[in-house]
Nanobody
Framework: QVRLVESGGGLVQAGDSLRLSCADSGRTFVGHDMGWFRQAPGKEREFVAAISWSSGNTEYADSVKGRFTISRDNGKNSVHLQMNSLKVEDTAVYYC??????????????????WGQGTQVTVSS
């Protein structure tokens, strides 16, 4: 079973950068699409970014496009989210997610099989 653990969250100021990481010491991410989602207080969990296993293609929410970059290191069984030019509205709990690689919308919360426990990102003004 995939067990995901996020790290790298914290408290930063607007304009700063953070790099989130997601790892599973139990197995590799081979054959899995990987995604990052976030959930702010009182809001639904939303898509942030994803990377396809088969093609390596990436997708981003419009709100983070040009500021965030998702990448994966299959050799180290990890996936990362580089977040630059952070804004107050980026404040949320960020979750790493994995699903067995397949066709279909890679942006939907319900399409993922495994989730991490989340890491808090707080951006102050």
């Amino acid at each position: 079973q995939v067990r995901l653990v996020e790290s790298g969250g914290g408290l930063v100021q607007a304009g700063d950068s953070l790099r989130l990481s997601c790892a599973d010491s139990g197995r590799t991410f081979v054959g899995h699409d990987m995604g990052w989602f976030r959930q702010a207080p009182g809001k639904e969990r939303e898509f942030v970014a994803a990377i396809s296993w088969s093609s390596g293609n990436t997708e981003y929410a419009d709100s983070v496009k040009g500021r965030f970059t998702i990448s994966r290191d299959n050799g180290k069984n990890s996936v990362h989210l580089q977040m630059n030019s952070l804004k107050v509205e980026d404040t949320a709990v960020y979750y790493c997610a994995a699903r067995l690689a397949r066709l279909g919308n890679i942006r939907t919360v319900g399409g993922y099989d495994y989730w991490g426990q989340g890491t808090q990102v707080t951006v102050s003004s």
